[in-house]
């Protein structure tokens, strides 16, 4: 997932299209719906390769260049996956705002373009309607797609006057595909996207929940496994790498770990 800090800048101080506009809020909705589906996430720059990921996530990713245009375009044309929104690619890093219609550069891999967007009160949100029913709803801002190449996923709801607009798209370019979310999106609407998401890369979500994160790091000599019960009740996993030494306590484990209320364990096993 990138973290853009110009775009972060540029959106924290922006007086329009609403001022409700929350880049942080924006990149922890999308990394929440990959963490509750214990789908790992890199926190990554636009510096870093992406042709090492499947998926790749730029949240209003306000600022682009034709660098990165082309470094995304790459990326999905070799079969990548790249995901991003509202107020993405709109302007370039001295923000001056792309002409030709919206998402600027990104128009080609994305498939669209759309030339209006609708700004929502705080509290208010759209419906959003995918093969006649309600998949969710949409608010803070509504992008009034106007698909390409890209195939519509969900529309807007007969309750607003551009109900035939679409609001969720993917695009097939290359080898690979890109989708864009017109609105910030509830969690039922995310949930539909995210299914659409995971099913075109193939990936089967863990949607067990159980309160217990376990990520992998290697190292040159050794594999760090972070062990953390995010829960409020004691848990007992099955031990990913049995015989391993937790390094905060200095004591080797088992083949089943017993987790107390929010404990923590960093398991240390040679390569």
Not at 58 to 83: C, D, H, L, R, W
Not at 137 to 156: F, M, N, R, W
Request: glycine letters at 8%.
């Amino acid at each position: 997932m990138i973290f853009d800090w110009n775009s972060y800048w540029c959106l924290e101080d922006c007086m329009g299209p609403t001022t409700n506009l929350d880049y942080v809020q924006e990149v922890y909705d999308y990394y929440r719906a990959f963490y509750n589906r214990k789908v790992g996430v890199d926190m990554i720059s636009k510096e870093t390769d992406l042709q090492k990921y499947q998926i790749v996530v730029a949240p209003s990713m306000y600022i682009n260049s034709p660098e990165m245009t082309t470094k995304i375009e790459k990326f999905v044309q070799n079969g990548g996956i790249f995901i991003t929104d509202y107020m993405s690619g709109l302007a370039d890093k001295d923000d001056n705002v792309y002409l030709g219609g919206y998402p600027g550069l990104l128009k080609n891999v994305l498939g669209l373009k759309y030339e209006e967007t609708d700004a929502l009160p705080f509290d208010q949100m759209h419906d959003l309607v995918s093969d006649g029913k309600i998949i969710g709803k949409g608010g803070l801002v509504c992008d009034l797609i106007q698909p390409q190449t890209a195939e519509s996923l969900a529309h807007y709801s007969d309750e607003v006057f551009y109900q035939k607009n679409s609001v969720l798209t993917k695009n097939h370019f290359g080898k690979g595909f890109a989708y864009y979310a017109g609105s910030r999106l509830d969690d039922q609407a995310m949930d539909f996207f995210m299914k659409d998401i995971l099913q075109q890369a193939q990936i089967t979500p863990d949607e067990t929940k159980t309160g217990v994160e376990v990520v992998t790091r290697t190292g040159k000599t050794a594999r760090y496994t972070f062990v953390i019960n995010t829960d409020s009740q004691p848990r007992q996993i099955n031990n990913p790498y049995p015989n391993s030494k937790d390094l905060l306590t200095q004591t080797m484990t088992t083949k089943e770990i017993d987790l107390k209320p929010y404990d923590v364990l960093i398991l240390e096993n040679g390569l």
